[in-house]
């Protein structure tokens, strides 16, 4: 029985993807294979405690070193008035997370360009497209999933987010995280992946299933980035197996 419906089938082709085969259920003959072993990663700081009475944005936002305990208004506040580190001098407006405050998925990116700078969303330029494409595969829209990035503005010239500025952007995505509590993460690119996982190998080899830290924390699939799938879509193939790990991830967060 063909399970897929027309714009399924659509968007696959469009991604010169391989048809998705539902994973059937295991008949007994054959063990279930192995899930691989859990990535060791280094613990991240995570604080719930508010901040200090009467504490200004400004303090909060300069004190950020630890998850202040923000509701979605004071985040994205505090975004927006963010001077952690330098690219708040050049740029025209911080670009916060968008999409489900309640969703299952929550996607991550590196950091917005000038399209998404210019629209105040993320994004919202050709690697969104492709983006919007992925997620359709695995049935789901940008509206359902939270979609944001490890760095909240954008650096000049296109050029990747250093170290220094992934840190001072983490706090933010940390609360993006305990407030959404998604049932698992999609890590897109390495930039991302240095963000949630602290972990700076190339994603050929960060790719597929790990694990964030601490109890109750929700699963993470690292794939590549759609902006470098534009330029090798030849990677499409392995990124279509990630995003099924994501698909298989969700159902079996379902589970009761
Ligand atoms: N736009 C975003 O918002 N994030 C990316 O990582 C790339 C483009």
Known sequence: MDRLTPRQRQVLAWLG?????????????????????????????????????????????????????????GLHAAIAAC??????????????????????????????GAADEQAGRP?????????????????????????????????????????????????????????????AVLVLGGVAAQSLLARDEPVSELRGRQRLPGDGAPPVVVSWHPAYLLRRPADKRGAWADLKQVMELLRDERRP
């Open 17 to 73: 993807l391989p048809r998705w085969v539902p994973r059937q259920a295991p008949t007994g003959a054959e063990p279930e294979p192995a899930a691989p072993a859990p990535a060791e990663v280094a613990p991240l700081p995570v604080a719930d405690a508010a901040p200090a009475g009467g504490a200004s944005l400004a303090e909060v936002v300069a004190a950020a070193e630890e998850v202040p305990a923000l509701d979605w208004p």
């Open 83 to 112: 001077e952690r580190c330098g690219l708040c001098r050049d740029r025209q407006r911080a670009v916060p997370g968008e999409g489900n405050r309640q969703a299952e998925l929550l996607v991550v990116g590196e950091a917005p």
């Open 123 to 183: 994004f919202a330029g050709p690697s969104g497209r492709l983006l919007e494409r992925m997620l359709a595969a695995i049935e789901l829209s940008r509206e359902q999933v939270w979609l944001t990035n490890a760095v909240k503005c954008r650096p000049p010239e296109q050029r990747r987010p250093a170290a220094e500025e992934v840190a001072a952007c983490r706090p933010w995505l940390q609360r993006e995280l305990a407030l959404v509590a998604p049932r």
